[in-house]
Structure formats: structure tokens, C-alpha cells
């Protein structure tokens, strides 16, 4: 058999460079080397030699891992399997083969285009078929619009849209579209938004999700009245939200009863190539057209959409764009066609139907979770499960009453439910849940494993991992949610805390300590404010607690306050607000007693100075003036020696007053006031393993999960709860002051470590020869 060396050659180079790129973050040390000289030659100039494609494809390789951190995990990428090697394989040969000789070259492409055109008919069940290779998946409905409109307006073609002033053309479309597709075709194709027509969905009878028929039918009739063209309807096979379906077979007998072209999308359409389907999608088989996305269903990387279509008129199709006279427009097809042949026809059902199993699974478990509402339009055949936390209303409540609970229950539980969905994709990234904003429900967790199963290979235990994990958060939700109510009640009751209404914080509640000073301006004050409640949050945050506490959303409307995080059934609520506020108590007290430190020293300063100059003058009298004279006076104090009376002093900066040193030399001891008392926030004693905040009696719980925000952290055995230390700047202790002979020149008091008076161990006065003096030190 013989083979083209160009496509050997290229199929080994596509191996090797995929085992390249696909091995990133494993660079050996030259490779490291190899890394950060390609860094640093990236901006400079090409190099004169060139280089090989080793090289090149190790400077793809940085470029594609050069944000990642070696502390941080990687992000997941798409599982590229022996199909994905075919599809990337197809844009290569796409290249190699557009410059074969022009006869060669079509021969390809037509059988390459018409073998997948009649593989996907055959496949969905659209009999007659033609097909549109695209790569943004709007653009098939855009050329499809282009076809419609120069099908019903015969003189398009030749007028242009003068030949529109006539009847304006109507575009019909759901109200549960994607955002922005009615808006995108009116652009591309010139048309005023007033020709776009976005029709509601059902209020009383029937799917929420799905377009209101009756109300559909009556705003046709009113268009007809006054001149417009119904030109086209687009209705969902699986809405991009919830994955429901319109009454496909009723919307084509409204088309065909007023001339409209019906195009359907919608991830749904997948189940086409199922032996068994459900009714509402088999009737998309008669649509005019639909749009497929065959990437995401069977996790193969950058192969085009396919948009399959009826129409009889080939120059209109040209006209339109659906099809091209360009050969090498044709080749899009061919990452397609590699890749159905590769699957084959059971292999591509198969990774359907694995899909499809894996909503069920997870439905079915979902039936059986209290405070879990799902919404789910075919139970037995539905390949998108949305599901949300609810609240728990049979429960009785443990920690706080739900009932008159709040105004605003649905924005907070579309926070839970926000910080649920962010949990489970983080537990369980094989998953590929994601949050989805429905009008109705709110927010929820959407599961379609048809769009990310095939790339992310998502299995039965996937989906058992992560109904776990929903068992674990579930209990966190509900508590929370209950004792929301008893943090609000109980900050209430603390003059210096302000509880602050955030709706959208997923957790406890959010708590503002306001410090108690008046005179302060307004942007003083603010400035307290936050200082006080950073420090207040840093302390919180060295707590041994099973709580996580925050500044808050990054982008969250209030500023300066401290947000805390999801709690747990044995959560003392009472016990958590009460250390708040006494750790705020403190840092405010303690500020305070800093801002009046400076008077208090500057006047103790003044003091200790007066004092020393009165005791100098007092010992000059008592000693006499023989003995000031320096040779006189040691014989003096030979034969006599004099005591003089003169005591020390010393200055305590707590009281803010000069004492006497005199209990100091007698009891040969540094006497202290007395210590400031610490802040009582607990006074029973802890069990070993308790941690703080929590009710007695479930300290030893470890029925924690460790996927909640809380935080789970080893259990330390404390016999109470572990107070912060008030941060007393000024400790309960004295200097000695002593006064100073004339004949030596006054020091001046010194202030260390928060005391003023004289330096520790120095002398502070001379003494007569043979006599020996005392030295004052302070009572470190």
C-alpha cells in the first residue's frame, strides 16, 4: 500500500508536537534554561538562521504554561483524546491539500463534503439535507436569514433593501434565546431592532421555559394587519439556560400556516442520533433548518458548527453564502470528516448516550435530597439537570427561626446557591457544573455533561463524587440559613456593632464596629473606622475558630466592616458577637490610651524635672557647703559619713504620677499596680478538642466537612477559650528618678519601653571617696 511521505511525515510531527505542548509544566533543569532565554528573546528580533521546530514548539509550550505558578494547581485542560489528534490533524491536511492542482482539489473536497453532509443527515435524522460549515455558531442562522429573505422578497437581489420599505420583514424569536442572537442578526443584516419580535414564555399553562404558542400566533396576526412579513421563527431544542424544549410540532404548523422559515438550535438535538427520543425533539426533523455543535457533544477541539438546511433553489443557497464557489471554503468539512470516520457511527452514539445516562444518574439522586429543587422538563430523557438549594421549611429549627424570617429571601438564596456551585466546581472540576441566572427559579446549578462530558471525561463516579460533596454542603446551607436571622438579633443588641445588610454575601452576615467618639469629623471618623475594623479582622482571623472572616466581595458595595462565612449547626451565635464586640472594645480602648500617652509623658517629664531640681536643692542644705568642696568633703565623709534623706522617685505611666522609691529598697522589689483585668467573653471552661464559638457539647464533633467554607483546621485541646491578649502598650511598672549633685551636670529623663527616668545601672550622683552609692535601676 502506498503511503504519501508528506502525510507520514506530517501525522509524526503532529504526535510529537502534541507529546510537546501536552507536557507542560514537566521541563526538566535545560529545559528550564531553554525556557527563560526563549522569554527573554520573545520581543527581539527574528533570528537570522531561523530555528527548528523543536524550538518553536518549546517557545509555544511557555507561551501557552508562562502564567502559571508552581504553588498554584494548573488549570484543567480539555481532554484530547485520538479523536481530538484527528480533528487537529484535519486543519493540517486542510492546509496540505489546498494546494493540490485545481482538478485534484475538487474532487476532494466534494467527497469530503458530501460524505459528512450525508453522515450528519443520516445521523439526526434530517432527510434531504444540505449543510453550512461555520465556525462561530451564529453565522449558520445569519446565512440562513440571508437565504429567507432573498427567498420571499424576489427583487432582493437586484433592489436591495429598497425592496424592504414594501413590508418590513419580522423576526421571531423566544424569550429565552441566547442574550444577544436577535441583536447580532439584526446588525449583520441591516435591519431595525423593531424588526426583531421577542416572544414571552408560558405564565400559566405549561413549561416556563417554553414559548407562549398562543401569544406567538396572536402577534403574527398583528404584524399581517399592519404590513410586516413574518419572515422567520427561532425556537430551542434545550434552552441555554434550563435545556427545555418548545412545542416543536405546534410552532411548524404555525410556520407553514403563515409562510415562516423555522429554524431550531438547542443542545437537545443530540438526542436525534439516539435509537430512543423524545417526541418534542423528533419533531425538529421537519424544522426548516437547525443548527448543530458537534464540538462540545463529542469533545473534539476546533471543528466547525454544521447548520443543516431544505432549500431547493442552489443559486439562492450561493446567494446567500450557504454555499461557495471557493474551493478551499469547502475544507472546513475536513476536521469533521476525520473525525466521524475515527468515532464511527456507535461511537458517536455511544458518547451521546453517556451523556444523557449521566443526567439521570445524577436526577435521579437528586430526587431523593431534601431542601434540593430540581427542574427538569423530560425526567426520562433529559440531557440537562438544573438544580438549586432551597430552603428547608419541615425542619425545626436548632439555631434560629426561619418563619418571618426576612424580606429579600430570594437574593440570599441565590448567594448560597452561588457559593454552592462555586463549592461543587471546585470539589469536583470533573463535573463541569456551572451557575446559571434563570428568570423564575433565580440562580442555580446547571449540569449538561453533553457539552462538557466529552471534553472533561466525566464519569459515573464524577457524578457520584460530587452528590456527596452536595450531601456535606447541604447541612452548612441550611444552618446558615437559619442563623442569619440570630447574628442580625444579636448585633442589634450591642450599641457598638452595626449590622450591615448585604444580601448577596454568601454567609452568616456582615458586622461594622463603630468606635464611640464625637468629636471627631466625618472623615476622621472614617478613618477610625477603618482602622479599628482591620485590626479587628486581623485579630479575628488569628482566633482558633472554624469560621472564615473577610473584608467581604471584591467588587461588593460596602467597605470597612467584616463579613463572616458560612457557619455550622454548633455555632454559638451569642458567644461570636460577644467577642466581636469586646475585641473591638479593646483596640478602641488601647488607641485611645496611645492618643494620650504623649500628654502623659510630656507631663510626667515635667514633673520628674521639678522634682529633681527640689531634691538637688534639698540635699545641697542638708549636706552643707564643707562638702562641696571636693577635697574637703572626702575627708569629711571620711570621719563623718552623712545619710542623706533625699529618695528616689519613680514615674508610672498607668497612673500617670511620681512615687516615692522607697517600697522599692525596703521590700527589695519592683512593686507594680495593679494588672488591667482581662476582657471576659467566656467564662466556662472548654472541653479538649472545642473549638471557639462552639456550643457545649460539640467540641468533639469532626462532622465538619472539610469542603465548607468554614474552614476545617486540627483540633487543639484548650481547657478555655483562648482570650487575645489586650494590647496594653503602657505596662503597670516604675522608673527611678534620683536626684543629682550639683557638681554633676542633669541628665535628662529618658523614656524606654514605656517608662521615663534614668538610665538602668548608671549612677546618678557621686559619691564621696570610700562611701558606696546606690544604683537606681528600673524595675525590669
Known amino acids: 500500500m502506498m503511503v504519501d511521505p508528506t502525510l507520514a511525515e506530517m501525522g509524526k510531527n503532529l504526535n510529537e508536537a502534541m507529546k510537546i505542548l501536552e507536557d507542560g509544566g514537566k521541563a526538566s533543569e535545560p529545559d528550564a534554561d531553554r525556557r527563560q532565554f526563549s522569554r527573554s528573546s520573545i520581543p527581539g528580533p527574528l533570528q ?25 494547581p494548573s488549570h484543567r485542560m480539555q481532554n484530547v483524546g485520538e479523536q481530538g489528534h484527528m480533528a487537529l490533524l484535519g486543519h493540517s491536511l486542510a492546509a496540505y491539500i489546498s494546494v493540490l492542482d485545481r482538478e485534484r482539489l475538487r474532487k476532494l473536497i466534494t467527497r469530503i ?78 435591519l431595525p431592532l423593531s424588526s426583531l419580535c421577542t416572544v414571552p414564555c408560558n405564565t400559566i399553562f405549561g413549561s416556563q421555559h417554553q414559548m407562549d404558542i398562543a401569544l406567538l400566533d396572536k402577534l403574527i396576526r398583528e404584524d399581517v394587519e399592519t404590513g410586516k412579513l413574518p419572515l422567520l421563527l427561532i425556537a430551542n431544542a434545550g434552552t441555554p439556560g434550563a435545556g427545555h424544549t418548545d412545542k416543536l410540532g405546534r410552532l411548524k404548523e404555525l410556520c407553514e400556516q403563515y409562510g415562516m422559515w423555522l429554524h431550531i438550535e438547542g443542545v437537545n438535538l443530540a438526542t436525534l442520533a439516539l435509537w430512543e427520543v423524545s417526541s418534542p425533539v423528533t419533531a425538529a426533523t421537519r ?64 458518547k451521546i448516550r453517556h451523556a444523557v445516562e449521566l443526567s439521570q444518574q445524577l436526577l435521579e439522586k437528586l430526587k431523593t435530597l431534601a431542601s434540593i429543587k430540581t427542574s427538569v422538563e423530560d425526567e426520562l430523557n433529559s440531557p440537562v439537570v438544573v438544580f438549586r438549594f432551597s430552603q428547608e421549611t419541615s425542619a425545626e429549627s436548632s439555631g434560629g427561626s426561619v418563619e418571618g424570617y426576612f424580606a429579600g429571601e430570594r437574593e440570599v438564596l441565590d448567594s448560597l446557591n452561588r457559593w454552592l456551585c462555586e463549592q461543587l ?26 457539552m462538557t462530558a466529552a471534553a472533561l471525561g466525566t464519569q459515573r463516579c464524577d457524578v457520584d463524587l460530587l452528590v456527596e460533596r452536595l450531601i456535606e454542603l447541604i447541612p452548612v446551607l441550611n444552618c446558615t440559613l437559619r442563623l442569619r436571622l440570630d447574628f442580625r438579633e444579636e448585633v442589634y443588641r450591642h450599641s457598638a456593632l452595626s449590622y450591615i445588610e448585604d444580601l448577596s454575601w454568601p454567609g452568616l452576615g456582615a458586622v461594622r464596629y463603630e468606635p464611640r467618639i464625637e468629636e471627631l469629623n466625618d472623615s476622621k471618623r472614617q478613618l477610625e473606622v477603618e482602622k479599628i475594623n482591620s485590626e479587628l479582622l486581623v485579630k479575628l482571623g488569628d482566633l482558633d475558630a472554624d469560621l472564615i472572616f473577610s473584608t467581604g466581595l471584591e467588587f461588593g458595595p460596602e467597605k470597612d466592616c467584616i463579613f463572616i462565612g458560612m457557619a455550622t449547626e454548633d455555632l454559638d451565635v451569642a458567644e461570636l458577637v460577644d467577642t466581636i464586640a469586646a475585641l473591638g472594645r479593646d483596640i478602641e480602648e488601647n488607641g485611645r490610651l496611645l492618643e494620650n500617652m504623649t500628654e502623659v509623658v510630656r507631663k510626667g517629664i515635667q514633673e520628674a524635672e521639678f522634682q529633681l531640681q527640689k531634691d538637688n536643692q534639698d540635699k545641697l542644705m542638708e549636706e552643707g557647703v564643707l562638702r562641696q568642696i571636693p577635697l574637703v568633703s572626702s575627708v569629711l565623709n571620711w570621719f563623718s559619713p552623712f545619710q542623706s534623706t533625699v529618695k528616689g522617685r519613680t514615674f508610672n505611666l498607668a497612673a500617670g504620677s511620681l512615687d516615692s522609691t522607697e517600697p522599692t529598697y525596703s521590700m527589695k522589689a519592683q512593686t507594680g499596680g495593679l494588672a488591667s483585668p482581662e476582657t471576659p467573653t467566656s467564662s466556662a471552661k472548654r472541653l479538649p478538642g472545642q473549638r471557639l464559638f462552639q456550643r457545649e457539647g460539640a467540641g468533639g464533633s469532626d462532622s465538619h466537612s472539610e469542603t465548607s467554607s468554614v474552614g476545617q483546621a486540627e483540633d487543639l485541646s484548650r481547657e478555655r477559650f483562648p482570650q487575645p491578649t489586650p494590647p496594653s502598650p503602657v505596662p503597670d511598672e516604675a522608673v527611678s528618678v534620683v536626684p543629682e549633685s550639683p557638681e554633676t551636670p542633669q541628665r535628662p529623663p529618658t523614656q524606654e519601653n514605656g517608662e521615663v527616668g534614668t538610665q538602668e545601672g548608671e549612677e546618678e550622683e557621686r559619691e564621696p571617696e570610700g562611701q558606696e552609692a546606690p544604683v537606681e535601676e528600673t524595675g525590669r
Request: hydrophobic share 35%; aromatic share 8%; with cysteine.
Open 48 to 72: 537570522g538562521d531561523g530555528q527548528d521546530v523543536a524550538s518553536i514548539l518549546q517557545l509555544v509550550q511557555n507561551l501557552m504554561h508562562d502564567d502559571e505558578e508552581e504553588d498554584k
Open 113 to 190: 463534503a458530501s460524505d459528512t453532509t450525508l453522515w450528519l443527515c443520516r445521523l439526526f435524522r434530517y432527510e434531504s439535507g444540505s449543510a453550512y460549515y461555520h465556525e462561530d455558531d451564529r453565522e449558520g442562522l445569519l446565512k440562513v436569514c440571508r437565504l429567507v429573505i432573498n427567498t420571499r422578497y424576489e427583487d432582493y437581489s437586484t433592489e436591495g433593501y429598497t425592496v424592504l420599505n414594501s413590508r418590513q420583514p419580522v423576526i421571531y424569536q423566544s424569550a429565552t434565546c441566547r442574550p444577544g442572537l436577535g441583536q447580532h442578526l439584526c446588525s449583520q443584516l441591516g
Open 287 to 350: 424544522s426548516d433548518s437547525m443548527t448543530l455543535t458537534l464540538g462540545p457533544w463529542l469533545g473534539l477541539p476546533a471543528v466547525p458548527a454544521v447548520t443543516l438546511y431544505r432549500h431547493e433553489d442552489p443559486a439562492l443557497s450561493l446567494a446567500a453564502g450557504l454555499t461557495s464557489s471557493q474551493p478551499v471554503e469547502k475544507l472546513r468539512a475536513l476536521p469533521l470528516w476525520l473525525s466521524l470516520q475515527y468515532l464511527g457511527h456507535d461511537g458517536i452514539v455511544e
Open 425 to 450: 466546581a471546585q470539589l469536583v472540576p470533573a463535573s463541569g457544573v456551572d451557575i446559571v441566572e434563570l428568570e423564575d427559579e433565580g440562580t442555580c446549578v446547571r449540569f449538561t455533561p453533553l
